[in-house]
């Protein structure tokens, strides 16, 4: 692979910010994506124009105890404040290690990392159970970016373990009062800004014009996210995708895929933007911030997991980035929605 006269390395191991180690991934037409070892954290991921499609703070602080403030942290084994442990759980700053080994996974990108993650002494004070947890990181041809979760409890003495989990990733984008989110109008959320209490959402297209926190359950196949000033397209699919190669371009964006397991929901979506107040108390997001970015994060939350010695769960992230003048300059997400 070479590019501009130099060669293109498909998977670089390096050094990044605070000499925390990093991945970076290349896809043979230009797009990139970088891992951080510290917390399995995809902290950029580039289109072949080498826009930035990820937002990640520039008051994100690279060092632990905290987690890299943007990008995508991944969430477990707790979600949020739903259960007894930190926030988010621990996998998102504990350092992972590169799995030399991983068992038979098919792919047809040569930019791929494994990474994996047990349990230290430490955690199992706080979380007493035996698990691998190992999640591949890879572009794909056209420069999609795909996260796959495998959760295997390994206990050895029979007990089952629960989690929720989650994805949560920062969309990079030009002006959040510009972004409308398609696809969840009518229905039911859970508010964190009321207790969680259960609503239904009225009206059209989300948009954002204030702090935003819901958790949206029975989401439909697909969602769109329109970036008007950006001219850029996401959609989110949440439904099966046996051949992850074969979309046309407007299966764009964020496909889900999801859990192997019966028992549970991979597919809620949380909404989350903090707005200028809540972003004034994080030390690790600037005040103006929040114009830029908006979570839409793939979750397990209301229906946990619970996988018995021996089980595994898979739970699957895409995302892919279109210009929007490729849906012929019409922003119609229920369109995409309906005909992919
Ligand atoms: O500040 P963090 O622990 O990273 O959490 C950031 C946000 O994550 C999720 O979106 C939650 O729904 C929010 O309630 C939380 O504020």
Not at 83 to 88: A, D, F, I, K, T
Not at 287 to 293: R, T
Request: proline share 6%; charged share 25%; with cysteine.
């Amino acid at each position: 692979m070479a590019a501009s006269g130099s060669e293109r390395v498909a998977v670089e191991k390096c050094k990044g910010i605070n000499g925390l180690d990093k991945v970076v991934l290349r896809e043979p037409r230009g797009s990139t994506a970088e891992v951080y070892l510290y917390g399995a954290h995809v902290t950029s991921w580039k289109n072949d124009h080498g826009e930035e499609l990820l937002f990640v703070s520039s008051k994100a602080i690279f060092k632990p105890p905290k987690a890299i403030r943007g990008g995508i942290p991944i969430c477990f084994p707790q979600f949020g404040s739903h259960g007894s442990l930190e926030q988010h759980g621990f996998a998102r700053n504990r350092f992972w290690s590169i799995d030399t080994d991983p068992p038979p996974f098919p792919t047809n990108s040569k930019s791929f990392i494994d990474l994996i993650l047990k349990p230290s002494e430490e955690d199992m004070q706080k979380w007493p159970y035996s698990y691998e947890f190992r999640l591949r990181v890879a572009l794909g041809t056209g420069g999609d970016l795909m996260l796959t979760s495998r959760i295997r409890n390994t206990n050895a003495d029979g007990k089952p373990f629960t989690f929720t989990f989650a994805y949560h990733t920062y969309f990079s984008v030009s002006d959040i009062s510009e972004v409308r989110v398609e696809g969840l109008e009518t229905l039911d959320y859970l508010d964190n800004l009321q207790n969680k209490e259960r609503s239904t959402e009225q009206g059209d297209a989300l948009t954002f014009e204030s702090e935003v926190d819901k958790i949206y359950l029975g989401t439909p196949t697909k969602i769109a996210i329109l970036d008007h000033e950006k001219k850029r397209t996401f959609v989110l699919r949440k439904d099966g995708l046996p051949d992850a190669g074969k979309h046309d371009i407007l299966d764009n964006l964020v496909k889900l895929e999801g859990s192997s397991k019966e028992q549970g929901s991979f597919f809620p979506l949380v909404v989350w933007n903090p707005w200028d107040k809540k972003a004034k108390t994080m030390a690790d997001f600037g005040d103006d911030e929040y114009k830029h970015m908006l979570c839409v994060e793939a979750a397990v939350v209301e229906k946990p997991i619970t996988l018995k010695p021996g089980e595994e769960w898979k739970g699957r992230l895409e995302l892919s980035a279109v210009p929007s003048s490729y849906c012929s300059g019409q922003l119609d997400p229920q369109k995409v929605i309906q005909n992919s």
